[in-house]
């Protein structure tokens, strides 16, 4: 585990982690494999059909509602027994917007009434499906909706989002605060004046929103919004339904689908493509899940005694390597493309599922859009029965094809260890992280410059290209960038620690891989020293706009990193190979000091040679230049592609900056 993860990140019921399945790992084994692509509800003005895989019931019944919470069901049918462990029913009226649930009964008894694991719309806080018209949901000109272009994967520079962060605040000037709607509003301001939003993010330049978690989650009643209870939502309830409490109207399940389309709809407009955080490798609960309702212990992983295991931390892990698991897991993401238009997907705690599953998902978006991006964490979050050669962990990245990793090893040497949060990092001084910000600046490709055996977490290299690695500093997890550089560093003063700053994501945005940026670095985002902030109270977790004046300068150092990497290839290098042919380590027998040169305009860069100085140490130091006339383009605190000032022969680097030179 790299991270501190859901004992901490969600309020799980680790009593489950005692719950015994009804039967043994083995007996699931047995069980009837549906092969066709139906299962839910599917719906036409005339008949809608009924359709969900309970291989073990007695008797499935169906309900159905006026309404997606109170009142008594306006009927009640017993389902038919098909093939391969399916019940079926098919309504030959008019259902639209009418609210349904299944009930199970297994080994004599009554399972919940829930909806079906399926479940395209749901009522207030989820409890009951809802029948639509699901082209009645889509936005004007829906059809029309176009992605933006991308080339590479390594082109990408993500942005990682909470749907509410980037609009609660009150001096947002948003007015769907905390909404789908709130990241779809332009022309937002500050008292300041100066962009939010949708508008902020589009003026930093990124090519990815990353959003996370906004399916219907279990941590949040939808009834009562003037409580603002904040979750980040990786407690799943219904897997492919919008979140309600994001919507205008949680109790009308038309709304949130309409307004998440709408969302992604302005955002491509916008030229920004939309990723959406996935949480497959567990479920808020287990004997409450829509899992357990139809197949009791099926969906989930057990330990040899039949105890379930619980590599997610939560008490339970999604057994993906099931056959209707799998099943379900492709389907899902599919639906979430092809219905939402969605551009990519992160997986929650990916080291959970087993390396199959994943490369038949990474097979099957692909054919839909081979530019969908697929990329998750790299580890689990404790002990799993998976076998460790099955999992989607960093070390097997090998055998993943066209999914990416986190490269925590970066991370953890630009700011220090995620287990000891006052450990220094390269970025304020350390003298033994070295070799692992240089695994990162490869994206952790091979490299005969690098000493694997001084890497921080990783002896090896585990991305087989660059674009399987996430290069970055800090996401939700944990503290903020400024926050864990406050705490490293107590007696740093506020110019020491912004110099810090702004070297880490200098070295991020300049290293080979997919850059990926937490929204509100660039601001110096602060959640006032609380690291597990996923039920913290907006006030921790709102994105300050404030801070957007008072560190304009800072933001517009990111503004320029953006641009500079989007602007030249070479920092962009799409194969293993390019970057072993043209990206060269040149020694400087300092531990804090890192220089590079990229050659050969690299990529199809404009520029023939570029020249990477990174100095972690707090003194100035003297760097010989390689031969030539050498122009100075990135000091410490200005990006100037036409210049800053030229260079021959000896620069002299402040201490804690990153100086980016080129000569042609």
């Excluded at 899940?289 to 057990?302: I, K, L, M, V, W």
């Excluded at 339970?316 to 939402?340: G, L």
């Excluded at 998750?376 to 962990?393: K, S, V």
């Amino acid at each position: 585990m790299k991270r501190f993860y859901f004992i901490l990140t969600i309020v799980c019921i680790t009593m489950l982690a005692s719950f015994k399945p009804a039967q043994q790992t083995d007996a699931f084994n047995t069980y009837p494999v549906y092969s066709g692509n139906d299962l839910g509800v599917n719906y036409s003005p005339t008949q809608t059909v009924f359709k969900v895989w309970a291989p073990k019931a007695s008797e499935v019944k169906l309900r159905l509602y006026s309404a997606g919470d109170g009142g008594e069901a306006i009927s009640a049918t017993n389902m038919i027994k098909g093939i391969d462990g399916t019940w079926q029913l098919t309504v030959s009226k008019n259902l639209k917007n009418k609210y349904y649930t299944f009930q199970v009964m297994q080994d004599g008894k009554w399972l919940l009434e829930r909806p079906d694991i399926y479940a395209k719309a749901v009522g207030v806080n989820g409890n009951r499906g809802m029948i639509v018209d699901m082209a009645a949901t889509n936005p004007v000109n829906w059809k029309n909706d176009k992605k933006p272009p991308l080339k590479n994967f390594t082109d990408i520079i993500l942005y990682e989002l909470h749907i509410r962060d980037i609009s609660m605040s009150p001096n947002s000037g948003i007015q769907h605060k905390g909404k789908f709607l709130g990241l779809a509003e332009t022309g937002t301001k500050s008292p300041d004046g100066e962009p939010t939003g949708l508008d902020h993010i589009k003026q930093l330049g990124v090519t990815h929103v990353h959003l996370l978690p906004s399916f219907d989650f279990n941590s949040v009643d939808e009834t009562t919004p003037e409580a603002n209870k904040y979750n980040w939502g990786y407690d799943p309830l219904n897997y492919n339904v919008p979140e309600g409490s994001y919507s205008t109207n949680p109790y009308d399940g038309n709304v949130r689908i309409k307004e998440f389309k709408q969302m992604v709809q302005t955002l491509h407009k916008n030229g920004l493509r939309v990723i959406l955080d996935v949480v497959y490798n567990h479920t808020s609960d287990i004997k409450g899940s829509n899992f357990s309702q139809f197949a009791p212990g099926y969906f989930y992983r057990q330990n040899a005694d039949g105890s379930y295991a619980n590599g997610t931390a939560c008490g339970n892990e999604v057994a993906s390597e099931r056959a209707m698991v799998r099943k379900f897991m492709i389907e899902s993401v599919v639906y979430w493309a092809k219905e939402y238009h969605l551009d990519g997907f992160r997986f929650d705690l990916m080291g959970v599922h087993d390396i199959e599953t994943m490369n038949q998902i990474s097979s099957t978006l692909h054919k839909i859009d081979p530019t969908i991006f697929i990329y998750g964490e790299g580890w689990t979050a404790g002990n799993t029965p998976l076998p460790e050669d099955q999992r989607a962990i960093k070390k097997n990245m090998a055998k993943l094809n066209e999914v990416a990793a986190f490269g925590d090893d970066l991370r953890d040497g630009l700011k220090g260890g995620w287990s000891d949060i006052k450990e220094k990092g390269f970025v304020s001084g350390a003298t033994d992280k070295a070799e692992s910000v240089k695994f990162g600046i490869v994206a952790a490709t091979p490299n005969p410059q690098v000493d694997y055996s001084k890497v921080n977490y990783s002896k090896a290299p585990w991305a087989a290209e660059p674009f399987q690695a996430i290069t970055y500093v800090s996401c939700h997890d944990d503290n903020t960038l400024f926050d864990r550089l406050k705490i490293s560093n107590p007696n740093a003063t506020e110019a020491d620690l912004i110099k810090m700053d702004k070297l880490a994501n200098a070295i991020v945005l300049t290293s080979q891989g997919v850059a990926f940026l937490h929204s509100g670095a660039e601001l110096l985002r602060t959640k006032q020293g609380i690291a597990n902030s996923y039920n913290s109270p907006d006030s921790i977790n709102q994105i300050d706009w404030a801070r957007k004046t008072r560190y304009k300068a800072v933001f517009d150092y990111y503004k320029g990193l953006v641009a500079l990497r989007k602007g030249h290839a070479a920092f962009r290098m799409p194969s293993t190979k390019m970057i072993q042919d043209n990206l060269k380590f040149i020694e400087t027998n300092d531990p804090g000091l890192i220089t590079y040169q990229i050659s050969n305009n690299a990529n199809g860069d404009k520029w023939k040679n570029i020249l990477v100085i990174l100095n972690g140490g707090a003194t100035s130091k003297p760097v010989k230049v390689p031969k030539g006339k050498w122009t100075l383009v990135a000091d410490e605190n200005t990006i100037n592609e036409k210049g800053i000032k030229p260079v021959s022969g000896e620069i002299t680097i402040p201490g804690t900056t990153a100086y980016v030179l080129f000569s042609n």
